[in-house]
């Protein structure tokens, strides 16, 4: 366990439920105090100094000097270390009315040595005390935020430790390693070659280093599920992309006229396609001859495009493919410079774009001729779509899960998935154990190797919270919501 003076010398205490109006609202307080403090708050036939651990009581909370009844609830008290925080805590299961919470909550932390918790901090404490390692506590936050029910999934296997046996695994064999060059370092006169460099190095890429590089490799798929992508409806004034948004979310979201230009400003909303989050931004038509409202929603437009991993380009079936479609087309796919931008906003390196071509009100055209538009858009996916009828959304929202996944489809429920945090951390490891690889294959002395080793162990001490620096902790703690 890591040594932190004094961090759960307080009681903590927080509103657990939403803010807003429920069936039951839930105040949680961690701490040395937490019983004490229910004693004096709860009346009831049984006192709080005879409660059963882990067994809810029916009472009131009164005021502690007015004895008046704040609110009639449920109370329980649980005995550390079998808790959420390994400390003892209480909990008040009230009705669902955020003033009566509040006020309980204001009496609370009128005791000594309570205070209001911080974001995070239940979990926080769970983790400072060895509960759960970083993995897990980080999968709370996750599960909480999660935009897809393959996103929640994710979180669920993480906090249930699927990511940390994988690292731990991958960390006993490093120690196995370790051990060998070890005795190596301590007998370093031995007549007989204690270290089979050659096989241990075998071992090393076959038990840590391959490990390491399939974990990673799924690091890409975790941040689909985890942060989804950002897609831009981008095309000519008129033909069809705010009506392909309202297609996509089934709902009107956007205004829809006959006339050129009536989306002035962006339009975002989130998406849920096959499990992947998508941010689906809907943007003013680009055209040159633009009065001064509608330029400021086209510069707007192109800021949207810098930030997307996929753009869908909307062309008008009826109309045929134009000359601007081709421009704009070059613009999403990142070919060409945009003049009204300066070269530093560019932040996606040229051709990296995905781009899906939409041909839209295909129920205005008696015969498509979609090779017409593969020719044009060579290499890059084409659906014709109405978005009038919804013809043909099924494909496209195919094409867009095929883009955002690049063609591999989620990972399998229940695998670990490395977040960015600990792809970085991954990353770096896997250079120190490639080192030692190489540094075996010289025949390095093997105090050398050692180094490496050691460096390998801590970033991956790192991902499960071992080793991890205070603000780091702090940042991803920071991030949770309250009375969690
Ligand atoms: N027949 C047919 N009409 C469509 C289809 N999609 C859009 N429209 C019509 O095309 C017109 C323009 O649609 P919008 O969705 O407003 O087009 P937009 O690209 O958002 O236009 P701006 O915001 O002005 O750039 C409206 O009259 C729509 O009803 C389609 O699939 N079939
Ligand atoms: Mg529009």
Redesign the pocket.
């Known amino acids: 366990m890591r040594d932190f003076p004094d961090f759960n010398e307080a009681t903590i205490a927080a509103i657990a439920t939403p803010p807003g109006t429920g069936g039951i609202g839930i105040i949680r307080v961690s701490g040395p105090q937490s019983q004490a403090i229910l004693q004096q708050l709860f009346q009831a036939k049984t006192p709080p100094q005879n409660f059963i651990s882990h067994r809810l009581y029916f009472g009131a909370i009164v005021h502690p000097q007015t004895r008046q009844v704040i609110d009639e609830v449920l109370a329980v008290y649980m005995r550390a270390p079998r808790t959420y925080t390994r400390e003892d805590v209480v909990e008040i299961h009230g009705h669902g009315s955020y003033l009566l919470l509040q006020e309980i909550l204001a009496q609370i932390v009128t005791f000594p040595s309570t205070r209001l918790a911080e974001p995070g901090e239940f979990t926080k404490r769970a983790f400072l005390n060895g509960r759960i390692d970083l993995t897990q506590a980080e999968a709370v936050a996750e599960l909480l935020g999660a935009k897809t029910k393959e996103g929640a999934s994710l979180a669920v296997s993480q906090l249930r430790g699927v990511l940390q046996g994988e690292i731990w695994k991958i960390r006993d064999a490093l120690v196995a390693v370790r051990a060998i060059i070890e005795v190596a370092i301590d007998f370093p006169d031995e007549e007989v070659e204690i270290l089979d460099s050659q096989a241990l190095k075998a071992r090393l890429v076959r038990e840590v280093q391959e490990p390491l590089a399939r974990l990673l490799a799924r690091a890409d798929g975790g941040k689909v599920i985890r942060e989804g992508v950002s897609v831009v409806i981008l ?1 000519r ?8 948004l309202n297609c996509l979310l089934r709902e009107d979201r ?1 205004i ?8 002035r400003d962006t339009i975002e909303e989130w998406l849920d396609i096959k499990g992947v989050p998508v941010r689906i931004v ?1 943007t ?2 680009i055209r040159e001859t633009a009065e001064a409202v509608e330029e400021i929603g086209i510069r707007r437009a192109r800021q949207k495009l810098e930030e997307a991993d996929l753009v869908l380009l ?1 062309l008008d079936g009826a109309e045929g493919l134009q000359a601007e479609d081709r421009t704009l087309f070059e613009v999403a796919a990142d070919k060409a410079e945009l003049s009204s931008l300066p070269a530093q906003t560019k932040l996606i390196p040229p051709g990296c774009k995905k781009v899906v071509v939409v041909v ?5 055209v008696a015969t498509l001729d979609l090779a017409l538009y593969t020719e044009a858009f060579r290499g890059v996916p084409v659906v014709a ?5 919804g013809e043909g959304i099924r494909s496209l929202e195919e094409a867009v899960y095929e883009a955002a996944t690049g063609g591999q489809g989620l990972q399998e429920p229940g695998a670990a998935a490395p977040n960015v945090r600990h792809a970085a951390a991954l990353q770096r490891a896997l250079a120190a154990v490639y080192q030692i690889g190489e540094g075996l294959a010289a025949d390095l002395p093997p105090d050398l190797l050692a180094i490496d080793l050691q460096a390998a162990m801590a970033f991956l001490g790192d991902i499960i919270g071992e080793t991890t620096t205070d603000d780091v902790l702090d940042m991803i703690f920071a991030e949770f919501c309250l009375g969690k």
């Open positions: 095309g004034p008129n033909v069809g992309k705010s009506s392909l956007a829809v006229t006959e006339l050129p230009g009536t989306t809907d003013a038509g909307v839209n009100k295909v129920d205005r779509i109405s978005a009038t009828t």
